[in-house]
């Protein structure tokens, strides 16, 4: 066929008209007909069981476009009945019974209110209630932050309403938030004049899971990032040239530690040069006076030679690159596009005059992204890194500029439709949920700072902004605060960072700031290779536990009242969270005492049988423990009958597709999982994805397990994979067998679990596995784990046996006993019957050691508290 310009303009409109529809067809700002009820001037709209609509207008015209935060009315008409009696409107659904007193007009508290009776709370709300019970979400950022205060101010920290609150309700009041108007880029337009009232209101009880259901129906899903950015992130605010950005990477390699994001600091491009500065050596304001050369649009060749070169290196080596932007000042003339952008601006190049930042015009959102950053992009930048520090106001009402920067730079990614959008920036307030990441600022260098960010991160959760990344390690030291060179600090801010959203290390321009692991000494470089580790290995159950954010709003990391609201405990142990359906996470944020090799911490565990992580140890939960961790563990309990999802190691996101999927099964009657995955960085994530259903019930001595068949599709998708198997807890069982065949099988001592090896096995086919186990009383092995291994850990202390040698060998030989049950688990009963009498025994002898060794005293009193 001859190719006209007419085609190819044709096949150009058909890709952009394509594009503009996977854009706009997820959500639908007008409602069914069937939801609306209209009276006069009030129009109500029931868009779930538990969430209304209500609105007032005194020229008796009501907005059907979406507006910043709710963009979806188009849902399931739920089921209500309509009625008027005496005057009054009624609108009952399951939920919740709204009462209003016709032709009475505007809103007030006197002709509205609204019976709530659901998720085992029955109250009632008069419009204009107000709420202290309110749980609240979060703030735009951390910066200049100790902890929850600012140090410039001595302010603790404000965070905003969230949807989330013990009263069982909540109202937000949308009516002077902007529009979004109905163009193939939905662009932001102001509310139209007239007063108006535009309510939401969510009726929940205690079910808050159910609460943010709602508010993800209206106002979108929590966005799914691509797969590597789970991963681990380098930066550091550094004027880092192209072969020390080559040497961290091979550093990485040398130390066999995982890196998927090179987040390259703003000195990517020009930051310095000559008429930039006073003569007193300060810096110049630039046009729009802010410092010279803090925005920039153009590459420093002096420090990248050639930029093309550099970014397909990452791209060969599967690193994703983030650059950072501080686009505030607009394009200043020194600007390697300026010319081009400012004719397109209407500007003449030859007057100098710079193009001021306008985020909210159309025309100068399109240039930005058209002439300065696409063709970054093609080059091999994956996503950026918006910096914004500015001002809190734009061009139109109501819009925040940090906002509205997130919104056209997600947007501008899904209109592209190459890759899953993904942002890096501060929270722009409610519907910011929709455009992830969040970086959460500049805070100090200090345990107050590491304490708050667990509360911080997971009180998110209550306006959706699942996914904060934090400076792990802190940012900076200012005014006499702050520890930049205490290793424990940076240990125990890596451990937290695995149980966080992103992991993600930073701090700002200091020689003596290190954050390389392989810098610290061996102990604790051991400590963080260790966690490192462990974040790529729980990939399979994080990403599970993404997807779940995306189709049920439920974060990652959530606070504890998310799934025990009646339990005061849960909303009084704020330090504590659930990092997704399994794990529960007290991370330590307190330094251990001097020659003391453990913190005790305390945590409380909610109803039901839960499984201490670092040693296996079982405990009946509504309670409250306090238990000794070591510096290289962190106080995480898993729940019974968990089925984890794990992977081999890997150092890449990207490395390989999941051809080895391991099950970790916790000790429990019955439980279930249904791991999730897709093609990891396209958007077809939200048609195309798969499912694999695994579940688990213990009969009698036996525990049976189902593999079920995937479900669902997606490009990549595997038609075979190999599958081990992980019972923790257990004794070596009598038999395993595999879809009615008899296989072998492994056994851990030190883990103290069976491990069954499936090999390769079709996605397609159900796989069933009978493990009988033996009659053993499997509490003898409640932890046992950590009794060997912190036992041995003494052993490594003492280093060399003091004579008489033969006396402390017995200890040694205890303290190997999960070896012993791995060469032979034919013996493991008998070991594990016998080890208990061994272990006080072990006891005994260091305790009448330490008069002669006193530094084996901190030592017994720790395995004492096993």
């Not at 979806?72 to 609108?91: A, C, F, H, I, M």
């Not at 016709?102 to 085992?120: A, P, V």
């Not at 913190?599 to 009946?620: C, N, R």
């Not at 939200?686 to 049976?704: G, H, L, P, Q, R």
């Amino acid at each position: 066929m001859k190719t006209t310009k007419t085609t190819i303009n044709l096949i150009l409109f058909v890709v952009i008209f394509f594009n503009s529809m996977v854009f706009c067809s997820q959500y639908n700002p007008i409602a069914d007909d069937k939801a609306v009820i209209v009276a006069d001037d009030i129009r109500v709209t029931v868009l779930t069981p538990g969430l209304i609509r209500l609105e007032w207008s005194e020229n008796k015209k009501f907005e059907d476009r979406a507006s910043l935060t709710f963009v979806n009315r188009s849902t399931n008409v739920p089921q209500y009945k309509v009625s008027k009696n005496d005057g009054t409107l009624e609108v009952k659904t399951e939920k919740l019974l709204l009462k209003y007193k016709l032709g009475t007009g505007k809103f007030t508290k006197d002709n509205l209110s609204i019976d709530i009776n659901t998720g085992g709370l029955n109250t009632k709300w008069h419009f204009d209630d107000i709420d202290n019970k309110n749980l609240l979400g979060t703030a735009r950022t951390l910066d200049a932050h100790n902890g929850h205060l600012n140090y410039e101010k001595n302010e603790k920290l404000a965070l905003g309403q969230g949807i989330i609150s013990p009263s069982g309700w909540c109202a937000i009041d949308d009516s002077n938030k902007p529009l979004f108007d109905n163009s193939d880029w939905p662009w932001v337009t102001a509310r139209p004049d007239g007063q108006r009232q535009d309510i939401y209101f969510f009726s929940y009880g205690y079910d808050y899971k159910a609460a943010m259901k709602d508010f993800i129906t209206v106002a979108g899903n929590i966005a799914l990032p691509p797969k590597f950015a789970f991963g681990i992130w380098w930066s550091k605010y550094w004027n880092y040239d192209d072969q020390q950005f080559r040497d961290i990477v091979e550093q990485f390699q040398r130390y066999d530690l995982g890196l998927d994001v090179l987040v390259i600091d703003m000195d990517w491009h020009i930051s310095s040069s000559p008429g930039w500065y006073e003569p007193n050596g300060q810096m110049k304001k630039d046009q729009a006076g802010e410092r010279f050369g803090w925005t920039g649009f153009t590459w420093n060749k002096n420090y990248f030679p050639d930029p093309e070169k550099f970014l397909a290196w990452t791209n060969k080596n599967s690193i994703k690159t983030c650059m950072n932007l501080h686009p505030a000042s607009g394009i200043q003339p020194h600007e390697e596009k300026y010319d081009e952008f400012a004719k397109i601006m209407g500007i003449d190049p030859n007057t100098k005059k710079y193009v001021p930042f306008d985020i909210v015009n159309k025309d100068f959102a399109k240039a930005y992204m058209e002439v300065l950053l696409h063709p970054m992009e093609k080059m091999g930048v994956d996503f950026w890194w918006l910096d914004w520090q500015q001002w809190s106001t734009t061009k139109i009402k109501g819009v925040n500029p940090t906002f509205y920067l997130n919104y056209v730079h997600f947007s501008d990614m899904e209109r592209q439709n190459n890759n899953r959008p993904l942002i890096f920036h501060r929270w722009g307030g409610l519907g910011n949920h929709r455009y992830q990441i969040g970086f959460s600022g500049d805070t100090i260098i200090s345990w107050e700072s590491l304490a708050y960010q667990p509360y911080f991160t997971a009180n998110a959760a209550n306006v959706g902004f699942g996914f904060w990344s934090h400076d792990i390690g802190g940012h900076y030291c200012r005014k006499g605060l702050g520890e930049p060179e205490n290793p424990e600090l940076y240990t125990r801010w890596i451990q937290y960072g695995v149980f966080s959203p992103i992991f993600r290390t930073h701090a700002t321009a200091s020689q003596e700031i290190e954050r390389r692991p392989w810098a610290y000494p061996m102990d604790y470089f051991q400590a963080m290779r260790k966690f490192y580790d462990l974040r790529y290995s729980l990939m399979p159950y994080i990403y599970t536990s993404a997807r779940q954010a995306y189709d049920a709003g439920i974060s990652i990391c959530r606070p504890m009242y998310y799934d025990w609201p009646k339990d005061s405990n849960a909303y009084t142990y704020t330090n504590q969270y659930m990092f997704g359906d399994s794990f529960l996470v007290n991370p330590v944020v307190a330094p251990m005492q001097k020659d003391k090799p453990y913190i005790s911490q305390k945590t409380w565990l909610p109803k039901g049988k839960w499984i201490e992580y670092e040693t296996g140890k079982e405990f009946e939960g509504n309670i409250t423990i306090e238990r000794p961790f070591a510096l290289d563990e962190i106080p995480v309990y898993v729940k019974a009958g968990s089925i984890i999802p794990t992977m081999p190691k890997i150092n890449r996101i990207d490395e390989k597709p999941l051809d080895t999927m391991i099950l970790d099964i916790y000790p429990g009657d019955n439980g279930s999982i249904s791991v999730y995955e897709d093609a990891g960085n396209d958007q077809k994530y939200k048609n195309e994805f798969a499912f694999t259903d695994i579940n688990f019930v213990k009969k009698d001595s036996s525990i049976e397990i189902n593999i079920m068949p995937i479900k669902g599709k997606f490009d990549g998708m595997l038609s075979s994979r190999n599958y081990q198997i992980r019972l923790i807890n257990t004794f070596p069982p009598q038999s395993v067998s595999v879809n009615d065949r008899e296989i072998n099988f492994d056994y851990d001592g030190r883990e103290v679990a069976t491990i069954i090896n499936i090999g390769k096995q079709s996605t397609s086919e159900k796989i069933n596995i009978i493990v009988k186990q033996s009659n053993e009383d499997t509490a003898k092995l409640s932890g046992l784990k950590g009794k060997m291994k912190h036992l041995h850990r003494f052993v490594d202390f003492v280093g060399r046996s003091p004579q008489p040698r033969y006396e402390f060998e017995s200890i040694i030989s205890t303290s190997l006993t999960g070896t012993k049950m791995t060469y032979n688990p034919a013996d493991a009963v008998d070991l594990v019957n016998n080890f208990e009498t061994e272990y006080d025994n072990a006891l005994e002898q260091i305790k009448s050691k330490t008069a002669k060794y006193p530094d084996w005293l901190p030592y017994l009193e720790w395995l004492q508290l096993r």
